[in-house]
């Protein structure tokens, strides 16, 4: 039994704009290191909630959070801001990359922001970043100068800079024409064999999520499978 | 925190947007150039109001004042002592009018330390003679070096030479305004009459001109040795004696302290001329609120681009807070925004407003009521510049203080999300 990574304990969300309505209804449920872990479910039954909750920039829910053994709750706002620069990556639907800054750049502001290692370090981390990922050839160009496809790997080397325990996906293929999902899913599978990382992502791509190794699948707020 | 990743992250949207960065910096550096010039102007001109003033006037006047005597035989008496009396019609009894033991005080006020220098004067009134005519005037018998170099005789005289007063005898420096009167050139010799009806003839040797037009027709300067001969004086004779102290806000209570040793009368410049302080003050506090709120508009510029670029760059904010920024982070990066362009924007300003008062420096300005002035007076003094500089980087930090706290209270989640 590999090591638990994050636990979420009775997660209970509500939204309350018009009415009062229970988005997320005591999900439990825990991920182990190495484990790739997709949530698929129909628009609307919660899925991107849980994962902004999971991802601690959503605070406002019932329930605890535990990531690496640490809870989350009563946690300060800088406190889960390096959370998130430390155990986390990110990969959005858009690749949100910033068009004033080079590629590399890109890549090596979570890691200059963790300060763990010197800027030299941290720009030879994110080139060997890149190169996992393919795309070191573009790493002086702009965002803007990019395919959507190579975007979306920059912004995979981004999550991926500080070596986070979990990487956190929403939907990032979703943007993604058919070929590039195929690279992007191959990305993922092979951070998955080789570098054991863990995963989370949410899709509502079932072909993507068959190919996972868990499926969790949610409907109406509640998770009705985990296999 | 790290500023240096920080600061990059600013540079890098300040850049993004460098037209509408280079707007708010003009504004800035629009208000701070006005600022300085229009403090240095207004300095300059308050510094040459001042001048025209105290640059003529003693710091203390000491002088014998005709009054009644305040020992009255009635007050004075044994059998009334315990009563009050009332004197009606009292009149200053006949007196002199020069100071009593005048040579005294001037050896005593040598010694003092806080006295900066000293120049006797006679004031008295004459008539000037022209055809048939007497025109009222008075002359101040002077002592030229003294006079010049404590009231800068020689910057108001403006024909002629002030030593010919003291080296011709008989010599008159006439005011512009009486000389024009009188039709005379230099050279020309005028009669004047003095108080007891004796004619005197005067050569006269410069015209002097003050700047205050009431003065130049009346007044006349004279040697002290001439001016006792008209009277038929001794040559101890003197009516003030002007002293200039080495701190001006002395006067006062060294006035006050002279008054009681000398028994005579002395005024301070304060008390003499209060309201040119007044007028000084009003004009300062004119042009400092002018300049601050030039600064305020250029802060409301600073925060309206700020503003828009928050909803320009919601993504960036949040991809930033997503990665791992906390909110204090893009609070410092958009305050340091703001201060780039305050402090870029103000030392522009500070330039700009230099070259300006330089300008304005340039200008010709003559006025017959200013002699020594040729160019618009400009004070040069760095305070200005400190005061405006300072006051760039308060009220740009104020214009990003909203702003930096509005971005760095937006929640990622919700731009995201909203995608």
Redesign the interface.
């Known amino acids: 039994m590999s090591k638990v990574i994050l636990e979420a304990k009775s997660i209970q969300k509500f939204f309350h704009d018009p009415t009062t309505v229970e988005v997320l209804k005591q999900i439990s449920f825990t991920i182990n290191a190495g484990e790739f872990v997709s949530v698929i479910g129909k628009s609307g039954c919660g899925k ?1 909630t849980l994962l ?1 909750i999971l ?1 601690t ?2 605070t406002d829910y019932n329930g605890e959070l535990f990531i690496d053994g640490q809870n989350m709750r009563n946690k300060k ?2 406190e889960l ?2 959370v ?3 155990l986390i990556g ?1 990969v ?3 690749h ?6 080079t590629v590399l750049r890109n890549v090596m ?2 890691g ?4 763990k290692y010197s800027e030299q370090e941290v720009e030879h981390r994110a080139l060997e970043k890149l190169k996992i990922l393919g795309i070191d050839n573009e790493a002086l160009k702009k965002p803007n100068q990019l395919s959507g496809g190579q975007k979306q790997r920059v912004a995979i080397a ?1 999550a991926l800079i ?1 070596d986070p325990i979990i990487l956190m996906g ?1 939907e990032p293929t979703g943007n993604l024409d058919k070929r590039n999902t195929d690279v992007v899913f191959d990305i993922f599978k092979e951070l998955s064999a080789e570098y054991k990382q863990s995963l989370l992502i949410v899709t509502h791509d079932n072909e993507f999520a068959k190919q996972t190794s868990r499926i969790i699948e949610m409907s109406d707020g509640k998770i009705i499978s985990d296999k | 925190m790290n500023f240096k990743l920080l600061y990059s992250v600013s540079l890098a949207l300040l850049l993004a947007r460098w037209k509408q960065t280079l707007v708010a910096a003009i504004g800035v550096t629009f208000s701070i150039t006005m600022f300085i010039t229009l403090l240095s102007f207004m300095s300059g001109l308050n510094d040459m109001l001042d001048g025209l003033i105290i640059n003529r006037t003693p710091h203390i006047r000491l002088y014998n004042e005709l009054k009644a005597s305040e020992h009255q035989a009635l007050t004075e008496s044994e059998q009334y002592k315990n009563s009050h009396g009332f004197i009606h019609s009292v009149k200053p009894k006949s007196d002199r009018k020069g100071l009593y033991n005048a040579g005294a005080i001037i050896s005593y006020l040598k010694t003092d330390s806080r006295v900066l220098g000293i120049a006797p004067k006679i004031a008295t009134q004459v008539f000037y003679t022209v055809g048939s005519i007497d025109l009222a005037g008075s002359i101040n018998g002077i002592e030229v070096e003294a006079e010049n170099k404590l009231f800068y005789f020689q910057d108001y005289v403006v024909a002629g030479n002030i030593f010919d007063l003291k080296n011709t005898p008989n010599s008159i420096i006439l005011g512009k305004g009486a000389a024009e009167k009188m039709m005379v050139q230099i050279g020309d010799m005028i009669q004047i009459t003095n108080n007891k009806g004796e004619i005197f003839p005067l050569k006269v040797v410069g015209f002097f001109q003050s700047g205050l037009s009431e003065i130049d027709k009346v007044q006349s300067y004279c040697s002290m040795e001439t001016t006792q001969k008209i009277l038929g004086e001794s040559g101890s004779f003197m009516t003030d004696i002007q002293v200039k102290l080495t701190r001006i806000e002395d006067a006062p209570a060294v006035a006050k302290y002279y008054q009681h040793l000398f028994g005579c009368e002395a005024i301070d410049i304060q008390t003499a001329n209060s309201q040119f302080e007044t007028g000084s003050t009003v004009r300062t506090l004119i042009s400092y609120v002018v300049g601050i709120t030039l600064l305020v508009v250029a802060g409301f510029g600073i925060y309206n681009i700020l503003n828009m670029m928050i909803y320009e760059k919601m993504d960036t904010i949040a991809i930033l807070k997503a990665t791992g920024f906390s909110g204090n982070d893009v609070n410092a990066v958009f305050i340091s925004i703001a201060l780039s362009i305050g402090i870029f924007g103000g030392i522009m300003g500070m330039f700009f407003g230099f070259g300006l008062t330089h300008l304005i420096d340039m200008i010709p300005f003559n006025t017959a009521a200013l002699p020594t002035i040729t160019t618009y007076p400009i004070n040069y003094n760095p305070k200005f510049y400190i005061i405006s500089i300072v006051f760039s980087i308060v009220t740009t930090y104020f214009a990003g203080f909203l702003p930096a706290r509005k971005a760095s209270r937006i929640d990622p989640v919700v731009i995201i999300r909203g995608k």
């Open positions: 991107s902004y991802s920039m959503d706002e800088y801001a390096r998130r620069n430390e990110f959005f639907q858009f949100y990359l910033l068009n004033e800054f502001l979570p200059l922001k963790l300060g981004r500080n929403d």
